[in-house]
């Protein structure tokens, strides 16, 4: 969800009125996707490098969260959505853990959509934990694949994402879902996300329909 302090910037406003307005957009986005059939979406609202940012900024992102999570907590249960975290809630305020451990407990029975809030979050970070608690656990090195792997993260038990979208031109991929993301599609909008609405969805899901998805293999008729 880039772009938020470009937003504000551009229009003489403070960093946190664009986190704001990126936030209001969330609920538009997700009910978006659900109507379009999507069941997953993972939205990256606060990276472990996301710390490096001013106090300020980081405890306004942290108070703003907590509104949001606290306020949109029924309606996103009314509306069959399951949230879930990716990330840890080490070191949040205890506000922020609360809101959200609320949020996951209310809406832990719903099957209709997943709503993963990465936050605090870290790909590599992910993996290293991963591997911390395989060895831990004992598990036989031979027994090791892929799939162990994928069940020790944060998305246990869900699909890899299909389509990564990426807002305000930029072209990395900043430690997200490293793992997961290997065979993704990538898409980049130089939109800004609060400006990013169901039009730019819609072109992004466009554009991930005509691409050929081959999984390092072939085609074959
Ligand atoms: C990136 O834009 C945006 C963020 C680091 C924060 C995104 C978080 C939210 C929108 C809040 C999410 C709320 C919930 C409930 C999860 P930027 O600040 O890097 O923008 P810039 O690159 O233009 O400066």
Known sequence: MDGNGRWAEERGLPRLAGHRAGTDNIRA???CCVELGVEVL????????NWR???DEVEGLFALMTEVI?????????IGVRVHHVGWLDDLPAHLVQAMETAIRTTSENRRFTLNVAFNYGGRAEVVRAIRRIVREGVAPESIDES???RYLATAGQPDPDLIIRTA????LSNFLVWQSAYAEYFSTPTYWP???RANLLAAIDV???RTRKFGGVLTA
Do not use: K, N, Q
Request: net charge negative; charged share 40%.
């Open 42 to 49: 993972t939205i990256y609202a606060f990276s472990t490098e």
């Open 208 to 210: 991930y329909s005509h």
């Open 29 to 31: 986005i997700l009910e």
């Open 195 to 197: 400006d990013f609405g």
């Open 148 to 150: 162990t792997i994928d």
């Open 169 to 172: 031109g930029e072209m990395r």
């Open 53 to 55: 940012r001013p106090r």
């Open 70 to 78: 606290e306020r949109e907590t029924e309606e996103l249960h009314r």
